[in-house]
């Protein structure tokens, strides 16, 4: 089954919440960066260790406000890894991604490389200075959410989702996408230890017509 949600407004977040979706996230980062290694798939390394170092740095960051929106970012960035992880293991093409989901993995990661550099721009800021930079923080941290939905719709047009399974979809959360994407790794361990690759094409050669 597929795994893409639609994101959705989160509700303010306890301790234990919060470091559960970190977990589950990082779990789907860490095994995007498998599935980039084992199979060879394009850009997906790359994909995988910005979310890891984006997950990290919002972790270690000292900034406390916007809890709900850093959080909201983190579930957009889960979600799209476990679509990304899903769409391979459906694969009717010996696990060879096409061309139109390879652009739009770098397109994601493009996206990633912004949110990393905003997210590591926040850790040096002092109490003061983030006030004066409250509004541009604000009008950043909604842009980068608008990025991460317009990735979200992009995957879920490669999963031919119908509208109807798209809204039942809203109702799942980030746990239960983590034990979906833990019951795909069970089921095919492929995913990370596999001897076939696909041939690393460039951006020229990907991107769509």
């Known amino acids: ?12 977040m306890q301790p234990s919440a919060y470091q559960s979706l970190l ?5 789907a980062a860490s095994t995007t960066k498998e599935l980039a290694v084992s199979q060879g798939i394009p850009f ?5 260790a910005l979310s890891q170092a984006i997950f990290k740095s919002i972790e270690a960051r000292s900034i406390k406000s916007d809890t709900a929106d850093w959080m909201k970012m983190i579930e957009q960035i889960h979600e799209i890894l476990c679509a990304i992880i899903s769409l391979y293991s459906t694969s009717e093409t010996d696990g060879v991604l096409p061309p139109a989901i390879l652009y739009d993995i770098a397109k994601f990661t493009e996206t990633l490389q912004r949110i990393y550099t905003f997210v590591k721009g926040q850790q040096g800021m002092g109490k003061i200075k983030r006030l004066f930079k409250h509004l541009d923080h604000a009008s950043r941290l909604a ?4 990025e991460l939905q317009h990735a979200i719709a992009m995957f879920s047009v490669h999963t031919n989702m119908s509208v109807t399974t798209k809204i039942s979809e809203l109702e799942k959360d980030a746990k239960q996408r983590h034990e979906e994407l833990l019951e795909l790794i069970a089921t095919h361990p492929e995913l ?3 001897e076939h690759s696909v041939s690393v094409g460039n951006w020229d050669l990907i991107k769509p017509r």
């Open 192 to 194: 990370t230890n596999s």
């Open 44 to 48: 997906l390394g790359t994909t995988a």
């Open 23 to 27: 977990q589950y996230a990082t779990l």
């Open 1 to 12: 089954m597929v795994l893409r949600r639609a994101a959705r407004t989160l509700p303010a």
């Open 143 to 146: 842009a980068c959410r608008d």
